[in-house]
């Protein structure tokens, strides 16, 4: 975690006894809680059908709540999701943009759907080469760009978006290593602008190298929480494999979140 934050006292994000019961019975998510401060990244670890995208689509107002609060600055989502929205910026593993737009169209037709008015092709330019997007793709369409550059065009909207949160669902998900060492050298400078980055992951190796905190979720709970220092020293791929075969190493029993 950055330093400069421990004053903060108000989570960016919070969930509180969060729970999703889909209506053909399936429980998605079983009393999840939480919290996220600014200048903090959050790695959310776990299979598919562990509850990391329904997590994700509860802070973004996309589900209601069977039970507890997504909240994001305090918002809670599901009663304000309007408010909330403006707060948060979102990057799925696979970016919905629009193919027959260059970048730098993508990235105005996006910015004045947010409301965000006074860009120039200049600041659009500045953003894409921060995303590691060079001048000579600036105006080519994105039914050219790879997984990965389309990949940096939505990172590069959400940071024009300037939200205080930011939600990342896969985002290393087809990245080839120099692109996924680009996208953890991003991370780190958004963090340190005080942004609070919930990130949904199967990457074990990057959440450990970015994460200030790593939860591990299983079939809607989260059996595991612990910050990077205290996962420091240990072999996170060991400890990943033997939560999900449901075997609780015993020096772990303090992080596990209470059933």
Known sequence: MNDNHIE???PALEAVNLTKRYEDGVLALDNLSL???????????????AGKTTTI?????????????????????????????KQVAFVSENVRLYSNFTALQNLDFFAKLGGKTDYTKEDYRDVLLRVGLSADVHNKRLSGFSKGMRQKCGIAIAI?????????????????????????????SLRNED??????????????????????MDQGKMIMQQTATELSDKNLEQLYMQYMAGGVPATETAGVADA
């Open 8 to 10: 903060s006292k108000t």
């Open 35 to 49: 919290s996220i401060m600014p200048g903090e990244v959050f790695a959310l670890l776990g299979g598919n059908g």
């Open 57 to 85: 689509n509860l802070f973004l107002g996309f589900l209601e709540p069977t039970e507890g609060e997504a909240r994001i600055n305090g918002i809670v989502c599901h009663r304000e999701p309007l408010e909330a929205k």
């Open 160 to 188: 024009l978006k300037d939200a205080s949160v930011i939600l990342l669902d896969e985002p290393t998900s087809g990245l080839d290593p120099k692109a996924g060492r680009d996208f953890i050298e991003l991370i780190k």
């Open 195 to 216: 942004k609070a980055i919930l990130m949904s992951t199967h990457d074990i190796f990057r959440a450990k190298e970015i994460a200030d905190v790593i939860a591990i």
